[in-house]
């Protein structure tokens, strides 16, 4: 397995322009993590480079944010450097258009929560995209509707829960769809809003136990995964929006 070189590391945090970054590309790429990634976690991939996504992410880290950089390695065509694209681009100044002609190109899960958890679900278009796109028949674009679902609870803590509300007919509405990469999304969407705090938390599970009762085997699936889940006793709930959630709970410690 090919390691990077000390001096290869320098060149890595020093790059700042396309070139450069490519070049940091390829000294970390290892063409044995294709083959892995695709046994191990199903990632199918065209123009791969085969690195690992902790790597992609330390690397972004030390590129910053860079949004004309980001559309430059969008535009190579290489899979690790769309990725890197999702990871150094401002949420704040992604385009509507921008986001409709990048989300036809995802061909996997990783690409495609890469772009919509820390990225698409910060932007001002997300929760339109959410809707849009969980209606649409490909794959990945269904997947990326209902993974900023899954994500827009931390990409605005503060958001009410009438916003999550409307996610449970969108949920319901999909629960049918037996492909693996949308209907995994759409069970972390109910999950994700169930842990949000303790009123979402029980209109989830009451979602879930309607949806419980279709016939579909998709159906049955994310509800009952998604119960196990939201009954625990020991469930982390996030309490969003803490200065509701919160504040409740110390009045209830102070009685």
């Not at 690790?80 to 036809?104: F, H, N």
């Not at 890469?114 to 001002?124: E, I, L, P, R, Y």
Request: with cysteine; hydrophobic share 40%.
């Amino acid at each position: 397995m090919k390691r990077v070189s000390q001096s290869e590391g320098e060149k890595c945090r020093k790059a700042m322009n396309l070139q450069q970054v490519i070049s940091c590309l390829h000294a970390l790429a290892d063409p044995e993590k294709i083959a892995i990634k695709e046994r191990k976690f199903g990632i199918k991939t065209q123009n791969a480079l085969g690195i690992y996504h902790k790597d992609l992410k330390d690397l972004a880290k030390e590129i910053g944010c860079d949004n004309k950089l980001a559309i430059d390695l969008f535009d190579t065509g290489i899979y690790e450097a769309r990725i890197l694209c999702s990871k150094i681009y401002d949420p704040e100044c992604i385009a509507e258009q921008q986001m409709d002609q990048w989300v036809k190109t995802f061909e996997n899960w990783e690409i495609c929560d890469s772009f919509c958890m820390g990225f698409f679900a910060k932007s001002k278009h997300g929760l339109s995209k959410a809707f849009e796109w969980s209606e649409n028949e490909h794959e990945f674009i269904k997947r990326a509707g209902f993974v900023i679902m899954a994500a827009y609870g931390f990409a605005d803590k503060a958001a009410v829960n009438e916003v999550f509300e409307q996610f449970f007919p969108i949920i319901e509405r999909e629960v049918d769809d037996d492909r693996i990469y949308v209907k995994k999304a759409v069970n972390w969407a109910l999950r994700n809003i169930g842990k949000r705090n303790v009123d979402l938390n029980k209109q989830a599970i009451v979602v879930a136990k309607r949806v419980l009762a279709n016939n579909g085997k998709s159906a049955k699936w994310i509800a009952s995964n998604a119960i196990a889940e939201l009954e625990k006793p020991d469930i982390n709930i996030l309490d969003y929006p803490r200065r509701v959630y919160r504040s409740m709970s110390k009045k209830a410690l102070q009685r």
